[in-house]
């Protein structure tokens, strides 16, 4: 029974054997009919491969070093095979963003009532434009009755101290009275102008004009706990909680202003491109809808990325003498991105993508059509051209001078792989090309660019 068991399971190892092979076998006769219906010759896929396309494993083919592919001249032709040589990024990238404009937190004004208040009445609404000492609210305060009675009884204490030391001073000079009591008076004196001082301050503070202090004496009762809050900036108002009728205390925003001689414009780069953007650099901010153009430069970068867009946020102030623009206008913005050195620039269809690991085929020196397939890193990349990031301990990265193949590329990669088929190289005994990025390889599926 044992002896059966095992029987079984060769057999059917080798029957899945046999059709890996078969299949393997399939997709090299796929390809190579591809690559003769490129040169024309009348190949088909069931008709055995031409000598000249393929070498049996003990040719030349074996001696090549590790990531080396060779062409013949037929199959230099047939394929089209188009080079080109890398160069040096000289122009700077632009990266093509959306952004929006906002008020500069910096310079908002919020109203507050720096005490306990009920709202009369609301003298200006939200989108209000207003100017500095434009009057906003009608406020009710017995706390601001009362701090003006303070200030009434300190200022009518230091009335009398004052007549008090002006009456006796000449006396003192003329030994009519000791000189200790001047000393005294003096004091006196000197203690309640402070205290006057200080009461009047405190009105300044709760937002008084100088003009509505002096006339704190000539009010009764209730108009002593009556206001008038005014703003302490030009500017529009981007907010009003106020409710007449209500009651709000010290810590309640009542309004909120914001100039409008400049505006932010805020803007967000994804995750990718976030490292690329600093301080410093050009952009141009385009308004759509006003053809207007403003050029300007980064003044500021978060240092997160927000967890929901996957993106970091940018921004730049712009002026607004006229106060054309307001907040929460679309803009495009233009970032651009000045060369960085080591880095170059290759055209698009010369690379090839593997598994989301990126190769080209850099031409060796010397006689004949060989190619080493080399993993590169991508530091931008268009519909037209990549920019290649220069060498590090994980990448060589490119050579300015090197000569690439760009039409042929992918029949290079399949070539590469057909190599390894070949010569019997199976994936768990080569070394990975992704396994400095630690993930397990996967099956090749090749993307055309």
């Known amino acids: 029974m044992r002896i059966g068991w095992k029987i079984l399971v060769v057999a059917l190892a080798a029957a899945g054997l046999?059709?890996?092979?078969?299949?393997?076998?399939?997709?090299?006769?796929?390809?190579?009919?591809?690559?003769h219906q490129l040169s024309g010759s009348a190949h088909h896929a069931d008709e055995p491969p031409r000598k000249d396309w393929v070498k049996s494993p003990g040719e030349a083919t074996s001696t090549l070093p590790r990531g080396v592919v060779e062409l013949t001249d037929a199959q230099v032709q047939a394929i089209g095979l188009r080079t080109t040589t890398v160069k040096t990024q000289t122009e700077p990238v632009i990266l093509r963003l959306t952004g929006v404009?906002?008020?500069?937190?910096?310079?908002?004004?919020?109203?507050?009532?720096?005490?306990?208040?009920?709202?009369?009445?609301v003298l200006v609404g939200f989108g209000a434009v207003v100017k500095a000492g434009d009057p906003l609210l009608e406020v009710f305060s017995t706390d601001l009755a009362q701090t003006k009675s303070d200030y009434e009884t300190a200022r009518s204490q230091w009335i009398r101290d004052k007549k008090v030391l002006d009456y006796k001073a000449p006396l003192?000079?003329?030994?009519?009275?000791?000189?200790?009591?001047?000393?005294?008076?003096?004091?006196?004196?000197?203690?309640?102008?402070?205290?006057?001082?200080?009461?009047?301050?405190?009105?300044?503070?709760?937002g008084l004009t100088e003009k509505e202090v002096e006339d704190v004496e000539n009010e009764d009762g209730v108009q002593k706990a009556r206001l008038i809050l005014r703003s302490r900036a030009d500017g529009i108002v981007i907010k009003r909680s106020v409710v007449p009728g209500n009651y709000y205390d010290a810590k309640d925003e009542l309004m909120e202003i914001a100039p409008l001689d400049h505006l932010w414009v805020r803007g967000s780069v994804s995750e990718l491109d976030a490292d690329k953007v600093e301080i410093g650099q050009t952009l141009r901010i385009i308004f759509p809808y006003?053809?207007?153009?403003?050029?300007?430069?980064v003044e500021g970068i978060d240092k997160a990325i927000d967890p929901e867009t996957r993106s970091a946020k940018f921004r730049t102030s712009i002026p607004n003498p006229e106060k054309r623009f307001k907040a929460g206008m679309f803009v495009r913005v233009l970032l651009e991105i000045p060369p960085?050195?080591?880095?170059?620039?290759?055209?698009?269809?010369?690379?090839?993508?593997?598994?989301?690991?990126?190769?080209?085929?850099?031409?060796?020196?010397?006689?004949g059509h060989r190619f080493e397939r080399r993993k590169i890193l991508v530091s931008k990349e268009t519909s037209d051209w990549v920019i290649v990031a220069r060498?590090?301990?994980?990448?060589?990265?490119?050579?300015?001078?090197?000569?690439?193949?760009?039409?042929?590329?992918?029949?290079?990669?399949?070539?590469?792989?057909?190599?390894?088929?070949?010569?019997?190289?199976?994936?768990?005994?080569?070394p990975r090309d992704d396994e400095s990025f630690g993930r397990p390889e996967?099956?090749?599926?090749?993307?055309l660019h």
């Not at 003096?186 to 102008?193: L, P, V």
């Not at 996967?442 to 993307?447: E, F, G, L």
């Open 18 to 35: 046999a059709g890996w092979l078969a299949v393997d076998h399939q997709s090299r006769a796929r390809a190579l009919s591809a690559w």
């Open 101 to 121: 404009t906002d008020y500069d937190p910096a310079t908002l004004t919020l109203i507050r009532s720096m005490f306990d208040c009920r709202i009369d009445k």
């Open 172 to 206: 003192a000079k003329s030994e009519t009275i000791p000189r200790k009591e001047l000393i005294e008076i003096e004091n006196d004196e000197s203690k309640s102008r402070l205290l006057m001082k200080l009461a009047r301050d405190k009105l300044l503070v709760y």
């Open 290 to 297: 006003s053809d207007q153009t403003i050029t300007d430069e």
């Open 340 to 367: 960085k050195p080591g880095e170059t620039v290759i055209p698009r269809e010369s690379m090839v993508s593997v598994d989301r690991l990126d190769f080209v085929f850099v031409q060796q020196p010397g006689p």
């Open 391 to 430: 060498a590090t301990t994980e990448h060589a990265g490119l050579k300015v001078g090197e000569t690439l193949a760009v039409t042929g590329s992918l029949i290079l990669e399949q070539m590469h792989e057909d190599r390894l088929t070949i010569e019997g190289k199976k994936s768990s005994d080569r």
């Open 442 to 447: 996967k099956s090749v599926t090749i993307k």
